[in-house]
């Protein structure tokens, strides 16, 4: 079976498997029933099952990964049309930026630390909380293993997707821009795709918290490194 049928297979499985988490997820709306957490539980399980290589899977799946990047650029929109609100807000968002980061940086750092493991996995778990090009690529300069770093990375995008509505629920968090804030900064991509959920602005402001704080970590994470 050549490359481009493999592929091809590949691309529609995944394609087809999403819509159908995603319909799920529209029938029962549920943290567990998270559309890009059930298509990668299930390609995790498939792929184990039947012995076939995350490299084989990735001849199709390479595809869908670089539509990541136009995606990402796409968030321009919200955050051109949401730039006024942005702009009233620009003070509380950087500082709600700057303690997100930290607080992500630091508890994953001393965390690590206190529990007794070992220095590589305290480089890996540093960058945790930002999008996974700019956490491999601070991982890779403290010297951490980048797949135990994209393990992290994902956990994180993870839990603040199907977890983080329902904390800030519990703690009455109903501001729009405060929503943006805590998805974007906890989770990154996958919070951000939550946050447009809940509207254009929380999309907005979610998207620039992803950045800000991708940008703030990479300049914290190896001082923070360094001192230990």
Avoid at 24 to 37: A, R
Avoid at 89 to 116: C, D, E, N, Q, R
Wanted: aromatic content about 10%; cysteine-free; charged content about 10%.
């Amino acid at each position: 079976m050549n490359n481009l049928l493999i592929g091809l297979i590949f691309l529609i499985a995944t394609i087809l498997v999403y819509i159908g988490a995603k319909k799920l997820y529209q029938k029962y709306p549920n943290p567990l029933t998270l559309p890009i957490f059930l298509t990668t539980l299930f390609f995790v399980l498939f792929l184990s099952i039947s012995n076939i290589s995350y490299d084989t899977y990735m001849i199709g799946g390479q595809w869908i990964d670089l539509f990541l990047g136009p995606i990402v650029v796409s968030l321009a929109l919200p955050l051109y049309r949401q730039l006024p609100l942005i702009k009233k807000y620009a003070g509380s968002i950087f500082i709600g930026v700057l303690t997100g980061s930290v607080i992500g940086l630091v508890t994953g750092v001393i965390g690590a630390k206190w529990l007794g493991f070992e220095s590589w996995i305290v480089q890996s778990v540093a960058a945790k909380s930002v999008t996974t090009p700019v956490a491999l690529s601070i991982t890779d300069a403290a010297g951490g293993n980048l797949s135990f770093a994209a393990v992290f990375v994902m956990i994180a995008g993870f839990s603040g997707g199907m977890f983080g509505p329902a904390i800030l629920q519990l703690l009455q968090i109903d501001h729009p821009v405060a929503r943006g804030l805590g998805m974007g900064t906890a989770s990154h991509a996958i919070g951000t795709a939550k946050a447009l959920e809940y509207g254009e602005l929380e999309g907005a402001v979610s998207a620039l918290a992803m950045t800000l704080s991708a940008i703030i970590v990479s300049f914290l994470a190896p001082l923070l490194l360094g001192m230990l």
